[in-house]
């Protein structure tokens, strides 16, 4: 079953879009069967969760780390090896402390820096002003061992297609701000993550670069 969702969903990205499997709550099992079925990108969005399960799962797999990060867990994230991109920094101080600790850990990592443009008080992230403000004090040039990917976030949780739309419309335009105009130099810049399994189509039409699908391929999730 995982493997025919999994297969539909391919089925109607297009070619270049990224698709990225959220495995959060499903045992690694679930994670293998769609490793067998050529998936190779998974999500979690807990430290505790990925730490568990990275090491039972194959090395070639690339981990993506898409929840809410705290401080003092960034040094256990940053211990998975094959841990290739961070896509919820959602603060300058949270970016200082990922950037600080893969020094000291002696690797290099990929981040996204998350943009808030929901109509919730819940979500978190950057907004589309202090990001573009952010990025035209060049704030990125003192990292030392952190790589800013691109952006990602999240719509509205509504009905509202309208809605949905103007807010992966709102992180869009942003990023192509930034790269056509304010920082056109970063090099590498290159991913819009943006999309959940009832949403994605929205925000394939409007940019997105990478999907993160969870429940449409391995089910509801059992907290
Ligand atoms: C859980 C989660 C997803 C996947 O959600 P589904 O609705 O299960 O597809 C995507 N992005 C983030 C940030 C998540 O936390």
Redesign the pocket.
């Known amino acids: 079953m995982i493997a025919d969702n999994l297969h539909n969903i391919l089925s109607t990205l297009p070619q270049e879009v990224t698709l990225v499997a959220?495995s959060?709550f499903h045992p690694a099992e679930s994670v293998r069967e769609a490793y067998a079925a050529g998936q190779r990108i998974f999500?979690e969005?807990r430290v505790q969760e990925i730490s568990a399960k990275a090491p039972l799962l194959p090395p070639d797999i690339e981990w993506h780390f898409?929840?809410h990060l705290q401080t003092n867990k960034v040094a256990q994230l940053l211990r998975i090896g094959n841990l290739r991109l961070i896509?919820?920094i959602d603060s300058d101080r949270l970016l200082r402390i990922v950037d600080r600790e893969a020094v000291k850990a002696g690797r290099t990592i990929d981040v996204l820096l998350e943009l808030h443009v929901a109509n919730e008080e819940t979500k978190s992230g950057f907004s589309v002003t202090e990001l573009e403000q952010w990025m035209a004090e060049r704030r990125f040039e003192t990292l030392e061992a952190t790589h800013i990917r691109g952006v990602m976030g999240?719509a509205t949780n509504t009905d509202d297609t309208d809605r949905i739309r103007a807010d992966f419309r709102a992180i869009r335009s942003c990023y192509d701000r930034i790269i056509g105009k304010i920082a056109p130099d970063l090099r590498r810049f290159d991913v819009v993550s943006m999309g959940?399994?009832?949403d994605y189509p929205a925000a394939i039409d409007e940019g997105a670069t990478m999907v993160?699908?969870?429940?449409?391929i391995f089910g509801e999730?059992i907290y």
């Open positions: 959220v959060k999500g969005s898409i929840g896509h919820s999240m959940m399994s009832h993160r699908v969870g429940t449409s999730r």
